[in-house]
């Protein structure tokens, strides 16, 4: 993917999709393979109210960890085709700490016969606390339109 | 209907982001999440977020917990997901736990969901809880 293509799925991973816009989600890098992205805490995002203070769990992290499998999933094709998820394994091994942000990084780490292979983990923005790890399997080339080809066409309107 | 179940739905800020409401509490939890236009994760085929999907049926697993571990919801330790068939957008999803195992320090809970019938499910999950001891 060239830096004009990884642009325009920049601009759709940002503004088009309604999870991504729900969630906040920043990029902060992306190298070859690889990915880092930002989520800043919002109190929707709290699994408990315990003692009058709010407890945020990990189930919130599933959508941005989806997210970043994804994102460097298409980032890593040489030709942009739609992909879907087929497997994705969390182990959830702490809480995100109250009102702190989360960094949540990827990395594609084997693609073959039309599958890509992708390991994530999110942790405190200092990498020093790990929340979740994640493993995904994900679909190349599945039904469905590839999500650049939208935006050629839409820089043609 | 379980007044905790109800009470968490209510007073949990990320089930109520979720909008996801308790159908029935036996035998199995149920629950249902109408479609929100901030659950789009494919724009072009106008389906639900795959991490979305997994919330809710994290969520239902937790309401599982609360059930059968005296109203306590217990941490979840791995979740492990699979895809079955695009979740659609503008359908509600359906979701089901199923009580596996209820150990002394582990909960084994599977979650199915499902838009149009329960024989077409979107996705399964099968969680592992950790009991408070």
């Given amino acids: ?144 339109p590839a999500l650049d080809r939208s935006l050629l066409y839409r820089r043609g309107d | 209907m379980d007044k905790h179940l109800l009470q968490f739905l209510d007073e949990t800020p990320y089930a109520k982001n979720y909008g996801t409401e308790l159908v029935r509490c036996e035998p199995d939890v149920e629950c249902l999440t109408p479609w929100a236009e901030h659950f789009t994760g494919n724009p072009l085929l106008q389906a639900w977020h795959g991490g979305v999907v997994v919330g809710v049926l994290e969520l239902t697993g937790a309401l599982q917990t609360l059930k059968v571990s005296a109203d306590e919801v217990c941490p979840l330790l791995s979740a492990n997901i699979n895809f079955l068939r695009p979740t659609k957008g503008d359908l509600a999803v359906h979701t089901r736990a199923y009580l596996v195992r ?28 950790a009991r408070r001891s």
């Fill in chain 2, 102 to 129: 209820s150990g002394r320090q582990i909960l084994n809970i599977d979650v199915i969901a499902w838009q149009i019938s329960l024989q077409e499910p979107t996705a399964a999950a099968t969680l592992t809880f």
């Fill in chain 1, 1 to 144: 993917m060239d830096a004009l293509q990884l642009e325009k799925v920049y601009e759709l991973f940002s503004a088009g999709i309604g999870a991504h816009s729900d969630m906040s989600l920043k990029f902060v890098s992306t190298e070859e393979n690889r990915v880092v992205l930002e989520m800043p805490f919002q109190e929707k995002h709290a699994t408990a109210h315990e003692n009058g203070s709010l407890h945020p769990g990990a189930l919130f992290l599933a959508a941005a960890l989806d997210s970043a499998c994804g994102f460097v999933v298409l980032q890593s094709l040489a030709v942009p085709q739609a992909i879907a998820t087929i497997n994705l394994r969390i182990d959830h091994i702490h809480s995100a700490p109250v009102g702190t942000d989360v960094r949540i990084q990827a990395e594609c780490y084997q693609q073959i016969n039309g599958f890509a292979y992708v390991s994530a983990f999110a942790s405190s923005l200092d990498g020093r606390k790990m929340l979740c790890n994640a493993q995904g399997i994900f679909k190349i080339g599945s039904p469905g």
